[in-house]
């Protein structure tokens, strides 16, 4: 099980998608146990094609923020 930490959800209206590192992202390719900061920058949300940027972790950290974009 990921820590909440590692776990990153998309903030777009209506979208709700979690980004879960023990599971990856299949249609993109990544394999299991990829950090979210470790993800392309061309990663795009599954669901609604955000962009990283749109993420924030459960503990409540914006990553545009955690790398000063
Ligand atoms: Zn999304």
Redesign the pocket.
Same mark, same amino acid.
């Given at each position: 099980m990921a820590r909440p930490e590692d776990m990153w959800q998309?903030q777009?209206t209506n #979208? =709700?998608?979690t980004y879960d590192p023990d599971r990856g992202d299949r249609k993109a390719k990544i394999p299991k146990g990829v950090k979210f900061e470790d993800l392309p920058d061309s990663w795009r949300?599954p669901? #609604? =094609?955000?962009t990283k940027a749109?993420f924030q972790s459960l503990t409540g950290v914006r990553f545009k923020e955690q790398v000063g974009v």
């Amino acid at each position: 099980m990921a820590r909440p930490e590692d776990m990153w959800q998309c903030q777009t209206t209506n #979208c =709700g998608y979690t980004y879960d590192p023990d599971r990856g992202d299949r249609k993109a390719k990544i394999p299991k146990g990829v950090k979210f900061e470790d993800l392309p920058d061309s990663w795009r949300c599954p669901v #609604c =094609g955000g962009t990283k940027a749109c993420f924030q972790s459960l503990t409540g950290v914006r990553f545009k923020e955690q790398v000063g974009v």
